[in-house]
């Protein structure tokens, strides 16, 4: 695989990472370099050739590559949003190894990596570049890389579930508190408004025995009022018949 990686190096298709070159491989680098046009049509030929002879189908049962190169490369997402509390996705890293993946040969993040450094390739040239790699390169294979990217995508998908199954519960133990939130509401309007008609009762009840006293209080002012019409009058007529008396002994 060195001598693919580091021709597509040189023409700035892809980066070259620890391990990517053996020692091997550069030790036996000569010299003498083709310029990069040149380089750029060995390489042409050289895929051309791959693309007329298909390689072997691999010897494991998985998908094949095809499949997973003919979306355009991406890279995997980091998490852009923070949860509330427990509800945030953690590091990649973190869930990886609670599903204890083990380490691959060729991770799908190289290969994600590798597939974007290819992607001014034709989709066609792209694939079989990965395959003739494959076949150049003893230490790894695509479908190192896909079993990879199989296990990663079942853990994240995993942790989805996990941050889901965290809502659900969540919302339930809201939903519960909303739930006992409304009935408190409702006893407590219940027994307010039974508070209130006794109050606006005893209300009616005091109002009806000062209205009671205050009759009371203003025919007894009234019977005053009368007793002293009376008592004046008669007052008054004793006073006139005592006056017509002396008026009739001063005349003699």
Do not use: C, F
């Not at 590559?65 to 991406?74: C, K, N």
């Not at 209205?211 to 019409?229: F, L, P």
């Amino acid at each position: 695989m060195s001598k693919w990686l580091t021709t597509l190096a040189k023409i700035g298709l892809v980066e070259l990472e620890d391990g990517d070159v053996s020692k091997d491989a550069n030790s036996k680098q000569t010299t003498t370099e083709l310029p990069p046009d040149e380089e750029l049509e060995a390489l042409q030929e050289q895929l051309n050739d791959l693309v007329e002879k298909p390689k072997a189908p691999p010897s494991v049962e998985e998908p094949k590559i095809v499949s997973s190169a003919d979306a355009a490369p991406v890279s995997i997402p980091k998490p852009s949003h923070t949860g509330v509390g427990d509800l945030v996705a953690r590091e990649a890293g973190v869930i990886y190894t609670d599903a204890a993946i083990p380490e691959s040969p060729y991770p799908i993040e190289r290969m994600i990596k590798l597939l974007d450094g290819l992607k001014a390739m034709p989709k066609d040239m792209r694939i079989r570049a990965i395959e003739a790699m494959d076949q150049a390169d003893d230490s790894w294979t695509i479908e190192d890389s896909i079993l990879d990217g199989q296990r990663k995508k079942s853990a994240l998908k995993a942790e989805e579930s996990r941050i889901h199954n965290l809502l659900r519960q969540r919302e339930e133990e809201r939903n519960q508190e909303s739930i006992a939130q409304d009935q408190y509401i409702e006893q407590v309007t219940t027994e307010i408004r039974t508070q209130i008609d006794e109050l606006e009762a005893m209300l009616a009840e005091e109002l009806r025995e000062a209205a009671s006293k205050k009759a009371t209080i203003e025919a007894q002012i009234e019977a005053d009022r009368v007793a002293y019409e009376n008592a004046r009058r008669d007052l008054t007529q004793q006073v006139t018949v005592i006056s017509d008396v002396l008026n009739s002994l001063q005349e003699d």
